[in-house]
């Protein structure tokens, strides 16, 4: 019982004994440790998603903006999931910013997948916030490891250039954040008007105003919190405030636990002149993603617009958006070059999600359409192979024992592919980065310094599924795609489009 007494009065000595001494080593090392403190909080700001030091001391984050902006409103919004759905985001993005009179901020490609929403007929999704905040460091994980590129290289934004304003990202937070994005850029426009600080405060109080970390704040941003668990946007349809159709039902509800009620908004009411948003700089949306479901749009029902004609326009220009030039020369290239004959595409989507399940079915659709194709030579007298341009993302080394192997055999067919690392790919994603889109179709700085400035090396970006989509719109003898996939969608409007002509 003696010894916690003994212990207990050893420690209190102890303490007192060597108080001098330990006042005189925290004098010695307080320099070395606040230091260390320093790079110890740089690195916990830098590798955290969020401190509070970049809100000015848990406060709302201070405001962006930028002279050479000049009073503008934008409108900024969180992509996700595969490109095909990143791109029918940027559609209804458009015609938002159209609509509210707003300045479109043209996000970077993300990885496939890297955003995920969940499922709105499930009522189970990310909300907005949490999207925003994920797309600003995927975006940031891109300019880290060299790989990024804007929507705006990808796609052709040029068609609808007279009726959307646009501003492509790295711009956007360059100027209205002050941040530096020229480790994003590949050529020198691009590093000219993307420079700004590097400090880690600055990417997270970007971070916190592009996601809506602090909340609302009047004249600087507006977090639109409503996502498809409550709200379909429409316009001009009468029924502002209305229930939708699509309610979860009782089981759902019990299920889940859950009381949503959707009901159905007009986009111009809710978020445009007279209302809360509209003195906002910078308007932030969660997704902008919608689909066709028991008959509603899942998020965003807007889709025609007959009593405003400039709506309307911009709806038929957006249906369609192709791919950069460069992208579009080079499907035409390989198919004029490379294959030289009519020929058959398939698209066949083997290893994503649902897709993996489905094989048989998408093998059945496959062999259905070569004796489509077969017939139809045989009508024709064409006694030649069929010549079939594949795209899968099922590696040529694992077709053994798959219908792909028997028909790579079969003399009756020959088969053309494409690899990332194809001379005709690399090239063109050179062209492509070098020619800036992404950059120059949007607003640009009227003051530019040294637009020869060099840049940091960056990766070229993937852009094989780009191309090959490219070539389908060639196939001549026809397209054959994978039931449910967005890509097979896709190159049925470019082929709807006739985009292609060699």
């Known amino acids: ?62 405001c962006g903006g930028s002279v050479e902006l000049g009073g503008e409103r934008f409108l900024w919004y ?97 100027l209205w954040c002050g941040v530096d994005m020229r480790k994003t850029c590949f050529s020198g426009l691009c590093c000219a ?34 996502d498809c668990r409550t709200t379909v946007w429409t316009y001009q349809q009468n029924n502002d405030g209305a229930l939708d159709q699509f309610q979860p039902d009782e089981e759902l509800k019990r299920r889940r636990k859950i009381s949503y009620v959707r009901r159905r908004r007009d986009i111009y009411k809710v978020l445009g002149p007279g209302s809360h948003a509209e003195d906002a700089t910078l308007l932030a949306f969660g997704t902008l993603f919608s689909g066709p479901y028991k008959g509603s749009g899942s998020y965003f029902d807007i889709h025609e617009s007959p009593k405003d004609q400039r709506i309307q326009s911009l709806q038929e220009k957006i249906e369609f958006l ?28 083997l290893l994503d999600g649902q897709f993996k399940n489905h094989w048989k079915a998408t093998f059945s659709a496959l062999k259905e359409k070569l004796k489509a194709v077969e017939l139809e030579m045989k009508r024709n007298k064409n006694s030649g192979p069929v010549h079939m341009f594949i795209m899968t993302d099922l590696p040529s080394a694992n077709w053994t024992k798959t219908y792909l192997a028997n028909v790579a055999k079969d003399e009756r067919y020959k088969l053309y592919t ?14 492509l980065m070098a020619a800036e889109h992404g950059v120059r179709s949007g ?41 449910g996939s967005t890509i097979a969608g896709s190159i049925g409007t470019m082929r709807k489009n006739n985009v292609c002509k060699w």
């Not at 993300?110 to 969940?118: P, S």
């Not at 192709?322 to 020929?343: D, S, V």
């Open 193 to 226: 008007v993307s420079g700004g600080s590097s400090m880690p405060t600055d990417y997270n109080r970007c971070r916190a105003l592009l996601s809506g970390l602090g909340g609302s704040e009047k004249g600087c941003v507006y977090p639109v919190q409503d």
């Open 443 to 483: 607003f640009l700085p009227k003051t530019i310094e040294n637009r020869k400035k060099d840049c940091d090396t960056v990766q070229l970006p993937e852009i094989l599924l780009y191309v090959e989509e490219s070539v389908c719109s060639c196939a001549s003898l026809g397209f054959v795609g994978t039931s």
């Open 322 to 349: 192709p791919f950069a030039p460069e992208i579009m020369a080079a499907g035409r290239e390989f198919a004029k070059n490379k294959i030289k004959e009519p020929f058959l595409c398939a698209q066949l989507r």
């Open 418 to 431: 494409l690899k990332e690392s194809d001379e005709l790919v690399v090239q063109t994603a050179q062209r």
């Open 1 to 62: 019982m003696d010894l916690p007494a003994s212990r207990g009065r050893w420690r209190r000595r102890s303490a007192r004994s060597h108080l001098p001494v330990v006042v005189a080593v925290l004098v010695l090392l307080l320099p070395t440790l606040l230091l260390f403190s320093s790079a110890y909080s740089t690195m916990l700001r830098a590798l955290l998603p969020f401190t509070s030091s970049a809100s000015g001391g848990g406060g709302v984050p201070q």
């Open 78 to 174: 969180a992509p996700h999931s595969g490109f095909s759905n990143q791109v029918g985001e940027l559609r209804n993005a458009a015609v938002a910013a159209a609509l509210l009179n707003r300045t479109l901020v043209v996000p970077p490609v993300l990885d496939h997948h890297a955003v995920v929403l969940g499922s709105c007929p499930k009522f189970r999704v990310t909300d907005p916030a949490s999207l925003r905040t994920a797309v600003w460091d995927h975006a940031m994980q891109l300019l880290r490891e060299g790989r990024y590129v804007s929507m705006g290289d990808i796609v052709d934004l040029s068609p609808i250039k007279s009726m959307v304003r646009t501003i492509d990202f790295r711009v956007f937070v360059s």
